[in-house]
């Protein structure tokens, strides 16, 4: 499956210059350049070369190359098509692509201000939300809520949930780490570092490095450039992962016992941190950054710690 957004073009280029220099090639520059005619002799850097022999229709060192380009980027970058197992444009790892993403979701319009499915730009995407928490139901999640896309093809993405983007709230700063087989990613937020791992062993293609420079999408566009991992899942790998038509339910009774336990073990130590608890119940927007590392710290490990999957498997 290729972005909609690939196209072909028929490039060339100096062999012998010191500088790649790619030209597209078009119909209005076939006819009186040097490189494709006997002019080609008077070429400064045909002459450096030292090459004698008798004359030819076209330089010795003219090439010309079938690429692929992406057609939105703002400087094309013409890549040859023995070379295009190296991108994500012919794969279905487009869709994280943040030139697509960018593209592919509306301006406007009567829905949420959030990301539409990545796996389609025409339309909405099947999803339910819980409060101001998104739940899409074509992704698989894990109990300490991270969330798993993955194709036909066993290729996956994997990114945090809402639950967690919500109790983080903004994160100040992300490094990718590995714990045995299983990757991770520390999440820095209100001075406090919190490490989400994959409870499943993924074979990492490749992570989200822009995260490094800008960590908000993390949380602010988890399901889409805010992902963390790209990587491949066998089959054993993905059973125990909750399926997205059981998401909700799983979710609106985590929420439940997230609330619960900001009522039962944070708000009774500390009255004055009523806002913690939004009207109805449910927990404040970055509750992690706003109740103290202690308190962050067993509030994470219980519900999204490297411990909170295993302990519930």
């Known amino acids: 499956m290729n972005c909609p957004f690939l196209r072909e073009a028929q490039v060339k280029f100096c062999q012998a210059s010191p500088f790649r220099k790619v030209l597209v090639r078009s119909a209005a520059h076939g006819t009186g350049e040097k490189c494709t005619s006997p002019g080609y002799l008077g070429c400064s850097v045909y002459l450096e070369t030292g090459r004698q022999g008798p004359t030819q229709n076209r330089c010795p060192f003219f090439g010309e190359s079938l690429t692929q380009y992406c057609s939105i980027a703002p400087v094309p970058k013409y890549i040859p098509y023995s070379e295009s197992t190296l991108c994500r444009c012919g794969t279905e790892s487009y869709r994280y692509c943040e030139l697509y993403l960018t593209m592919a979701r509306p301006a406007g319009g009567d829905g949420p201000a959030l990301p539409l499915d990545v796996r389609s730009h025409t339309g909405p995407p099947a999803e339910e939300w819980i409060d101001d928490m998104r739940i899409p139901n074509w992704l698989l999640y894990t109990t300490n809520h991270l969330w798993v896309d993955r194709t036909e093809s ?39 570092e919190f490490e989400v791992t994959f409870p499943r062993i993924l074979q990492i293609r490749r992570v989200n490095a822009h995260l490094r420079l800008d960590p908000n999408p993390a949380t602010a566009d988890p399901y889409g450039t805010g992902w963390l991992f790209e990587g491949s899942l066998s089959g054993n790998e993905s059973a125990g992962l909750i399926p997205g038509n059981a998401a909700a339910g799983w979710m609106r009774s985590e929420v439940e016992r997230l609330s619960h336990h900001v009522h039962e073990h944070i708000l009774p130590a500390d009255p004055e941190s009523a806002g913690l608890a939004a009207d109805g119940g449910s927990f404040a927007p970055g509750l992690l950054r706003i109740v103290g590392r202690e308190r962050a710290s067993a509030l994470f490990n219980e519900f999204f710690g490297p411990y909170a999957s295993w302990k519930k498997r």
């Open 154 to 192: 066993g290729n996956c993405h994997v990114g945090i949930d809402a639950v967690l983007a919500k109790a983080l709230g903004k994160v100040d700063s992300l490094n990718f780490a590995v714990s045995g087989e299983h990757p991770s990613v520390i999440l820095e937020a209100g001075g406090v």
